[in-house]
């Protein structure tokens, strides 16, 4: 089946610890999208990818970093530089350049110990 | 830069009736595409239904349909013949195009069913 995961569903981060949220799909989209929600609040764009080794910063990238290796790969990394990264980050992706329908992964929670 | 709002923090609706959310947005481009997603609580978002600027006609998915308001600037979702599964969050969003960039979203409504 086709689809977008995202792993691990929980995690947890020490004080100044940087970790690492996993984002995959193998619906052979080229674009790719972070996302951060808070409690009551609609999402946020962190980070987009429109190809490979191609990144672009959105609205709140700072205290995050991502790469993009694979098409089918888009790692986002929060740092200790983000002060309050207790939320819930959702994964997307799409056909590409122009093309503006997004489908989401199933999301993962982060919480700070 | 685009908003999205969202004004009914919250709506109820007896199962089988018709529940209308609102939904206005702010921009000064004239093509765009607008969407609205249902979060429910496993809180995976789901695309219910888009519509682009450009099409007159209304977008229909089976019980769900939009009321598009381009001079207004407004985009309400009706969803018909309420189901207890309807139950979630709903997310209005905004896309402009002209590149991969992302989503701009409202704040979203919590929908209730009453059985």
């Known amino acids: 089946d086709g689809g977008i995961t995202q792993s691990p569903k929980y995690l947890f981060r020490k004080e100044g610890q940087n970790v690492t949220l996993s984002c995959e799909q193998n619906?052979?989209?080229?674009?790719m999208y972070w996302y951060r929600q808070d409690p009551g609040q609609g999402l946020r764009l962190i980070y987009y990818s429109q190809i490979v080794n191609d990144f672009q910063k959105g609205d709140i990238a700072e205290g995050y970093s991502v790469s993009r290796e694979k098409k089918e790969s888009f790692p986002l990394t929060v740092t200790s530089a983000q002060k309050n990264p207790t939320a819930f980050y959702l994964c997307?992706?799409?056909?590409?350049?122009?093309?503006?329908?997004?489908?989401f992964g199933p999301g993962t929670r982060l919480l700070v110990l | 830069a685009q908003t999205v709002t969202q004004s009914q923090p919250e709506m109820s609706v007896q199962e089988a009736e018709t529940v209308t959310l609102s939904c206005t947005y702010d921009t000064s481009e004239s093509d765009y595409y607008l969407f609205w997603y249902k979060q429910p609580p496993s809180r995976q978002m789901i695309l219910v239904i888009r519509?682009?600027?450009?099409?007159?006609q209304n977008a229909t998915e089976n019980r769900f349909s939009v009321n598009f308001q381009k001079a207004a600037k407004s985009f309400s979702l009706k969803i018909s013949d309420s189901q207890l599964g309807d139950a979630a969050m709903y997310f209005c969003a905004f896309y402009s195009g002209g590149g991969a960039d992302g989503l701009t979203f409202g704040k979203g409504t919590h929908l209730i069913i009453q059985p």
């Open positions: 519509q682009e600027a450009y099409k007159q």
């Open positions: 997307a992706s799409s056909t590409g350049l122009f093309q503006e329908t997004q489908y």
């Open positions: 619906l052979n989209h080229d674009a």
